[in-house]
């Protein structure tokens, strides 16, 4: 796996493939890169305004792959089963789901439906679009991977089950930290149950991207007003980042990689994992909890209302 790059990914002619928040940082990279492959990339946006700029930009460079824009809200949970009813009457089949988009450190604030933000964007909305296109996914002729997207600071989370939406104590990272805590739990245990279902056809993979410069740090201090911390971020990302692009390799890898067997968690090889080509790499042992992980998937479709066809497996801890 050393030194891989966008170089050694397949031939992704026909293939269709969603990214959710396709039109920057590590999702437009992602993007970028299905497209050069090939694929039909499907950029699942919040705002089609700016997806539908970000598609114009990749065009430009003129890549073999198709590019379509659709709204994607994954604060609405109608939005998200709206989404997944669009994709599933247009496209046939399903070679990649990539569960991307997320919000970090945020002031606290609450999705339509109710739910902490972080929560509800990083987890719970891609845990109901997951399962709304996990017929499409099995349906499909040979292997479809769901890809999620985690960060290494899931280290530093815990699922507070006694107080999940932190409605009665809020700190912005440990919110950030359960939510891509969620995030592994949900990549792993979705892996488990489909082993137990023995569909064969659809693996689910982890992934995070090390330290990469995005927008994604810079929406925390905007909304707070900060603007000592916004300046404090720039420099930090100036001097210690890798670019989008490079971040988006183990996402990419993670997709597309013919040998992975589902169950992996992908970063960066390089400096304490934050850059580098991407590899392997080892999650906390709270995200290897099966019984963690399961509480935390009957929460969740007791929350969204979707619901999976696949029961429950029966791992241990590793």
Not at 163 to 185: I, P, T
Not at 304 to 317: N, Q
Request: overall charge negative; aromatic content about 6%; some cysteine.
């Amino acid at each position: 796996m050393s030194e891989w790059t966008t170089a050694q990914m397949p031939d992704l002619s026909g293939e269709t493939v969603i990214v959710t928040g396709a039109n920057s940082g590590l999702g437009f990279e992602g993007t970028r890169a299905f497209a050069d492959a090939g694929a039909t990339v499907v950029m699942a946006c919040r705002s089609v305004e700016r997806g539908e700029a970000a598609a114009e930009e990749i065009r430009r460079d003129a890549p073999p792959g198709d590019l379509s824009v659709l709204e994607l809200d994954l604060a609405d949970l109608d939005s998200v089963a709206a989404f997944a009813e669009t994709v599933t009457d247009e496209y046939d089949d399903l070679r990649a789901l990539c569960n991307n988009a997320g919000v970090m450190a945020i002031p606290r604030s609450e999705t339509e439906d109710g739910f902490e933000m972080q929560l509800g964007v990083n987890h719970l909305g891609h845990f109901a679009l997951t399962g709304h296109l996990l017929d499409t996914l099995r349906e499909t002729d040979g292997e479809s991977r769901v890809v999620t997207q985690s960060s290494g600071l899931h280290e530093n989370g815990e699922i507070d089950f006694g107080d999940l939406q932190s409605e009665r104590d809020y700190g912005k990272w440990d919110a950030y930290g359960q939510s891509k805590l969620a995030n592994l739990l949900f990549a792993f245990e979705l892996d488990r149950r489909l082993d137990a279902a023995g569909v064969d056809g659809v693996t689910s993979v982890g992934c995070h991207p090390g330290y990469a410069d995005t927008n994604l740090q810079r929406r925390g201090p905007e909304q707070a007003g900060s603007t000592l911390r916004l300046a404090m971020m720039k420099v930090a990302n100036a001097v210690f980042a890798q670019d989008a692009a490079t971040g988006a390799l183990p996402m990419l890898y993670a997709a597309t990689a013919s040998d992975l067997r589902g169950g992996e968690y992908i970063g960066p090889s390089g400096f304490m994992n934050m850059r580098g080509s991407p590899a392997e790499d080892t999650p906390s042992r709270r995200a290897r909890d099966p019984e963690r992980a399961s509480r935390l998937w009957d929460l969740s479709e007791d929350l969204t209302g979707v619901t999976y066809d696949l029961p429950e497996a029966t791992a241990t801890a590793d």
